[in-house]
């Protein structure tokens, strides 16, 4: 059974970071695309990161460029998403994502909390 599950949240102070961890587990990690969103109360889910299957190219928001960087271990097949200088407006719950066969894969998400 294809399974993604997320960890690493918490409550940061702004400037602080966080890395958060996306496991998969049913599937061969390196094979996929994986991408990060977020989701704020009362927002829209909004696209964070992700990083290609073929030659690990990234992409990022632009809100986050600068301050995200994606990776994965495929040892571990793992995904990270490390997050530096966090601002508030980063809290969400944030998860990670893939899509195998066509069918949609959700991980339960993490949530991040930036505040003093």
């Known amino acids: 059974q294809l399974q993604l599950v997320e960890s690493g949240g918490g409550l940061v102070q702004p400037g602080g970071s966080l890395r958060l961890s996306c496991a998969a587990s049913g599937f061969t990690l390196d094979y996929y695309a994986i991408a990060w969103f977020r989701q704020a109360p009362g927002k829209e889910r909004e696209g964070v990161s992700c990083?290609?299957?073929?030659?690990?190219?990234?992409y990022y928001a632009d809100s986050v460029k600068g301050r995200f960087t994606i990776s994965k271990n495929n040892a571990k097949n793992t995904v990270y998403l490390q997050m530096s200088t966090l601002k508030p407006e980063d809290t969400a719950v944030y998860y990670c994502?893939?899509?195998?066969?066509?069918?949609?894969?959700w991980g339960q998400g993490t949530q991040v909390t930036v505040s003093s």
């Open positions: 994502y893939t899509i195998r066969r066509g069918v949609n894969y």
């Open positions: 990083i290609s299957n073929s030659d690990g190219s990234t």
